[in-house]
């Protein structure tokens, strides 16, 4: 038995966000610490992701903090450096926060590839397990793995799908 399963579920609250680019289903724990951001038509990977980090999840319907609502409404209206405000906390093994961390990083305005941010973080050759990692990122938009493109410039692999990417990497100013 691993330890996982004998944890009591966590209890996160849920509540949503209308954004231009769809409904943001917004995680917070007790603290009011966000745990996930994810897309309302993406919910059944959100909460998939937030199984395999905490185990059993109890949702309940709660209202995020209102400096969390509010840094992340006005990042959709153009405050762009809003997002830096929010305070966030992830699980996952040690790898993967190591790449969630770095994304936090990455300037508004600007794109790394996948390999360019394995090299920033001492792993070059770990391009596809930096890929993996990005893409069970918890906590959209505000770990910004938007901002990950191909290393020929492309735009490759969004969770909350392409359009989204292209949109949010406009809204910050990138030509796509």
Same mark, same amino acid.
């Given at each position: /038995?691993?330890?996982? =399963?004998?944890?009591? =579920?966590?209890?996160?609250?849920? @509540? ?5 680019? #769809? ?17 309302? $038509?993406?919910?059944?990977? /959100? ?6 980090? %905490? #185990?059993?999840? $109890? ?13 992340? =409404?006005? %990042?959709? @209206?153009? @405050? ?33 590839? %996948? ?6 973080? @001492? /792993? ?9 990692? &990005? #893409? =069970? &990122? ?39």
């Amino acid at each position: /038995m691993t330890a996982r =399963s004998t944890r009591q =579920s966590e209890s996160f609250g849920l @509540d949503c966000l209308k954004t231009p680019i #769809g409904i943001a289903l917004l995680v917070t724990d007790a603290e009011g610490v966000l745990r996930a951001l994810d897309w309302e $038509d993406y919910e059944h990977r /959100m909460r998939e992701l937030l199984r395999l980090h %905490y #185990g059993a999840v $109890d949702l309940r319907k709660q209202p995020a903090p209102a400096g969390t609502r509010s840094a992340l =409404s006005d %990042y959709f @209206d153009g @405050d762009l450096k809003q997002l830096a405000t929010v305070t966030w906390r992830v699980a996952g093994t040690p790898f993967q926060r190591k790449v969630w961390t770095a994304l936090a990083k990455i300037p508004v305005g600007t794109t790394l590839s %996948y390999g360019a941010l394995a090299a920033k973080l @001492d /792993m070059a050759k770990a391009v596809r397990a930096v890929g993996h990692a &990005n #893409g =069970s &990122n918890p906590i959209s938009v505000v770990l910004p793995c938007h901002r990950l493109i191909g290393a020929d410039g492309s735009l490759v692999k969004y969770g909350g799908g392409l359009e989204r990417k292209r949109w949010l990497l406009r809204h910050e100013g990138v030509e796509v």
